[in-house]
């Protein structure tokens, strides 16, 4: 079974930045993975925001974060990462590291950010 885990949130002011981690619990990523970052605020439907190949690093950023982030991963550290900029409480959302191996869906408990005004 694969395991994502992610972690770093936490409460922050508006305007703050934040660096969102994503690991495999007890393994490692591979290379055909494909890691996505979804985040799902109060009363409202999930919602994409990008994704990256762990092997060739190919980057695709949604628009519900495009310009306010920058997703990459780090093969020493066996992480992805979500890094967020300019944070507003419309950002105040469960956050959730998902992995795609093999045409199955891995997910996280996902991580809470609190956007305080």
């Known amino acids: 079974q694969v395991q994502p885990a992610e972690s770093g949130g936490g409460v922050v002011q508006a305007g703050d930045s934040l660096t969102l981690s994503c690991s495999v619990s007890g393994g490692t990523f591979v290379g055909d993975d494909m890691v996505a970052w979804y985040r799902q605020a109060p009363g409202k439907e999930r919602e994409v925001i990008g994704t990256?190949?762990?092997?060739?690093?190919?980057?695709h950023y949604a628009d519900s974060m495009r310009g306010r982030c920058t997703i990459y991963r780090n093969y020493h550290e066996n992480r992805a990462w979500l890094h967020m900029n300019g944070l507003t409480p419309e950002d105040t959302a469960i956050y959730y590291c998902?992995?795609?191996?093999?045409?199955?869906?891995?997910w996280g408990q996902g991580t809470q950010v609190t956007v305080s005004s």
């Open positions: 998902n992995i795609q191996r093999d045409a199955v869906m891995y």
């Open positions: 990256i190949t762990w092997d060739a690093g190919s980057r």
